[in-house]
């Protein structure tokens, strides 16, 4: 038995025949350390519901629930995980939701209410789209907080700083969003199976008013042209969006001449502002 009075977590995918599927992004965490200090990180867990995203076998769940977590909704897309996760919502009555979904494409806020937090080790095949899809949700969010571990290439992206390599699309809509941090990383071996490389928990509280306000839309349009063309300067890859590109940026006082990964976030959501204001 572990700590929790369950069996351990090999003995429960054994049982149930869960072997890791690749295409379901399936690395699984069986350190209670590990999972505990995920936990640990979101906490407090009392006082929200806890949505974890791909449960699987349920490491981090427990680690959750060991943690204080008092109501977790947890969605699974792998139906044969679902027996070994009723297992620990009898093993603790009331506190553990279980949904059959593919968390793509579920409907958080016709489901989830009051105060949320997010936690999960999420599935790394789908693991920016879900943020990304999170984060131009509805503002304010169904969320005060996520917690979740990414490919560390990711985590490096999403809490990038302008002038680093990693900066980009992906830390301009985070960051417009979020104040987010990179907790630590977690090696590669504690997984079973173990990926290729290093993960990362990351940790994002979202803004209560995303600004400079602009549309996201037009945002995503800004810095796809930018960074799509990330060496040329602004005056030349954002050219296509306004007939006087150059003239726009200085009105808003920036240089036409720096590049994508030298502007700040909130100058990109600045332009976007302005591109709605002086539509073509
Ligand atoms: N939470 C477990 C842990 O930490 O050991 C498993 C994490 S594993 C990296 C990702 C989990 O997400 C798997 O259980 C997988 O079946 C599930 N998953 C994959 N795609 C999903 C989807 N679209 N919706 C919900 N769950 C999904």
Same mark, same amino acid.
């Given at each position: 038995m572990?700590?929790?009075g369950?069996?351990?977590?090999?003995?429960?995918?054994?049982?149930?025949?869960?072997?890791?599927?690749k295409?379901?992004?399936q690395n699984?965490?069986?350190?209670?350390?590990?999972?505990?200090?995920i936990?640990r990180s979101?906490a407090?867990?009392?006082?929200?519901?806890v949505?974890?995203?791909?449960?699987?076998p349920g490491?981090?769940?427990r680690?959750l629930?060991l943690?204080g977590?008092?109501k977790?909704?947890?969605v699974?897309?792998?139906t044969?995980?679902? *027996?070994?996760l009723?297992?620990?919502? &009898?093993?603790?009555p009331?506190? =553990? %939701?279980? #949904?059959? @979904?593919?968390a793509?494409?579920?409907?958080?806020t016709?489901?989830?209410?009051?105060?949320?937090?997010?936690?999960?080790?999420?599935?790394?095949?789908?693991?920016?789209?879900?943020l990304?899809?999170w984060?131009?949700g509805?503002?304010?969010?169904w969320?005060?907080?996520?917690?979740l571990?990414?490919?560390?290439e990711v985590?490096e992206?999403?809490?990038a700083?302008?002038?680093?390599?990693?900066?980009?699309?992906?830390?301009i809509?985070?960051q417009w969003?979020?104040?987010?941090?990179k907790?630590?990383d977690?090696?590669?071996?504690a997984?079973?199976?173990?990926?290729?490389?290093t993960?990362?928990v990351?940790?994002?509280? *979202?803004?209560?008013?995303?600004?400079? &306000?602009?549309?996201?839309?037009? =945002? %995503?349009? #800004?810095? @796809?042209?930018?960074f799509?063309?990330?060496?040329?300067?602004?005056?030349?890859?954002?050219?296509s969006l306004?007939?006087?590109?150059?003239k726009?940026?200085d009105?808003l006082?920036?240089d036409?001449?720096?590049r994508?990964e030298q502007?700040a976030?909130?100058?990109f959501?600045?332009?976007?502002?302005?591109?709605?204001?002086?539509?073509?």
């Amino acid at each position: 038995m572990s700590e929790d009075g369950l069996p351990p977590l090999r003995e429960v995918i054994a049982r149930h025949g869960l072997d890791a599927r690749k295409g379901l992004g399936q690395n699984f965490l069986f350190d209670l350390n590990l999972t505990r200090r995920i936990a640990r990180s979101a906490a407090p867990l009392s006082a929200s519901t806890v949505v974890e995203i791909g449960p699987g076998p349920g490491g981090l769940t427990r680690a959750l629930l060991l943690e204080g977590a008092r109501k977790i909704v947890a969605v699974e897309k792998d139906t044969r995980a679902l *027996p070994a996760l009723q297992e620990i919502a &009898a093993h603790y009555p009331g506190r =553990l %939701e279980i #949904v059959e @979904a593919d968390a793509l494409r579920y409907d958080w806020t016709a489901h989830i209410t009051g105060d949320a937090k997010i936690v999960a080790n999420l599935p790394y095949n789908i693991a920016t789209p879900l943020l990304t899809g999170w984060l131009t949700g509805p503002w304010p969010p169904w969320f005060s907080s996520l917690t979740l571990m990414f490919q560390k290439e990711v985590a490096e992206r999403i809490v990038a700083a302008p002038g680093s390599e990693a900066y980009g699309r992906l830390s301009i809509i985070s960051q417009w969003c979020a104040s987010a941090k990179k907790l630590f990383d977690i090696d590669r071996r504690a997984f079973t199976p173990p990926p290729k490389i290093t993960s990362s928990v990351v940790q994002l509280i *979202p803004k209560s008013e995303r600004l400079p &306000a602009c549309t996201i839309s037009v =945002l %995503e349009k #800004v810095t @796809a042209a930018a960074f799509g063309q990330r060496r040329k300067m602004l005056r030349s890859s954002l050219k296509s969006l306004h007939p006087d590109m150059s003239k726009l940026l200085d009105g808003l006082g920036i240089d036409a001449n720096l590049r994508a990964e030298q502007l700040a976030v909130a100058d990109f959501a600045r332009i976007a502002a302005s591109l709605e204001s002086d539509p073509v």
